[in-house]
């Protein structure tokens, strides 16, 4: 996505996402099923939309605390699909709620999100694609790719020469400790 590179720097919207968090590690789970969802989100539409919506989202869904949304019943379901500030797809909606449930499953299971994510790694992108495909659900491999490359597990969210690529050679980021040739394969 080094295009990205280009358009984003200076932009409202783009701009913070690019410089503070594209291609950074994280850890937490809270901050980890937020991005999932917001990849879900996108599916479909322009990563400005969900971006411009994130607020109004974050507050839709509790902070995408995911034992809250796991707890999610018909009426929660109900009041999403009536909230104009978020993107209001059933099906990725009812996708945000199950997958809430499977992290949690996840987390008794293997610890946590982020544990999960690291025994994987490294996998190339079609070995993440099936392992997400097997574990969670409206995981295509667009959407699996971007959440990837968000977190640094995969290459690709910043050009070498962009700053924030010269900023992220300073962290621990998953996918450089294999480096790119492993992902070619």
């Known amino acids: ?34 991005r999932l969802c917001l990849e879900i989100f996108q599916a479909g539409l322009s990563w400005l939309i969900v971006l411009k919506k994130r607020p109004t989202m974050l507050a839709a869904f509790d ?13 929660d379901m ?4 009536g909230d104009a500030g978020i993107i209001r797809n059933r099906r990725k909606l009812e996708a945000i709620v199950e997958n809430a449930r499977r992290l949690r499953a996840l987390r008794d299971r293997e610890g946590g999100f982020a544990a999960w994510i ?3 790694h490294p996998l190339t992108k079609d070995g ?3 392992l997400f495909k097997a574990n969670f ?7 699996v790719n971007e959440f990837l490359m968000s977190i640094g597990y ?3 969210s910043h050009r070498e020469d962009c700053p924030v690529c010269l900023r992220l050679n300073d962290l621990d980021i998953p996918w450089k400790r294999v480096g790119t040739e492993f992902y070619s394969k």
Do not use: I
């Open 118 to 120: 690291g025994r994987h």
């Open 78 to 81: 109900l009041r999403l699909l």
């Open 154 to 156: 995969l290459p690709g």
């Open 128 to 130: 993440w694609v099936k």
């Open 1 to 34: 996505m080094s295009w990205y590179c280009d358009v984003a720097p200076g932009h409202p919207f783009h701009g913070p996402y690019h410089d503070q968090e594209y291609g950074f590690p994280l850890a937490d789970e809270r901050a980890l099923f937020e």
């Open 63 to 75: 902070g995408f605390e995911v034992d809250k949304v796991a707890a999610y019943g018909e009426a």
């Open 137 to 143: 659900v409206f995981m295509g491999g667009e959407v």
